[in-house]
């Protein structure tokens, strides 16, 4: 009588070979696709902080843009956007990070402030992302005379 059910072997249990198997390719596919993620989004966060890290030391370098004047005995150090500027792109451009200044200038005559931006790419899976994403970051940084 073979008819609905499972087909039952000698022993009077069910035949489930296999299905193993397609627990294990599951899972492992599974785990695959963690695997990927956690090494993207490492990268993005590596790539965040390598960008953090550019724009404190252009930030830093264009503070050591500044013109020294002095009003009656007291030197005074002033910072200038195009001071801040031809500091701070040279340090981005040999740096060795693809990245872009988007805006170098002093907010207050006394601090230089530094955005860039550059595009992360993810290192697998990248066809899902042709264009990149784009990352930015900024950093302040004050002259030592005031």
Same mark, same amino acid.
């Given at each position: 009588? &073979? =008819? ?6 000698? &022993?009077?249990? =069910? ?14 596919? @599974?785990?695959?696709?963690? @695997? ?23 930030? !830093? ?6 013109? !020294? ?6 030197? &005074? ?6 001071? #801040? ?5 040279? @340090? ?17 005559? #006394?601090?230089?402030?530094?955005? #860039? ?7 697998? !899976? ?6 990149? #994403? ?13």
């Amino acid at each position: 009588m &073979r =008819g609905r059910g499972l087909a039952l072997n000698r &022993r009077g249990t =069910g035949d489930d070979e296999g299905s193993v198997l397609l627990l294990v390719l599951g899972y492992l596919i @599974l785990a695959l696709a963690v @695997l990927f993620v956690c090494v993207c989004a490492t990268d993005l966060y590596i790539s965040q902080k390598r960008l953090d890290g550019l724009a404190d030391a252009a930030a !830093l370098a264009g503070a050591d843009g500044f013109t !020294l004047q002095v009003e009656g005995e007291v030197p &005074r150090a002033t910072l200038t956007d195009a001071g #801040v500027a031809e500091q701070a792109m040279p @340090l981005v451009r040999y740096a060795g990070v693809e990245a872009t200044i988007v805006d170098a200038g002093t907010p207050d005559g #006394v601090s230089a402030r530094v955005t #860039v931006a550059a595009l992360w790419h993810p290192p697998l !899976l990248s066809p899902f992302v042709p264009d990149g #994403v784009p990352l930015q970051a900024s950093a302040t940084s004050r002259t030592a005379l005031r």
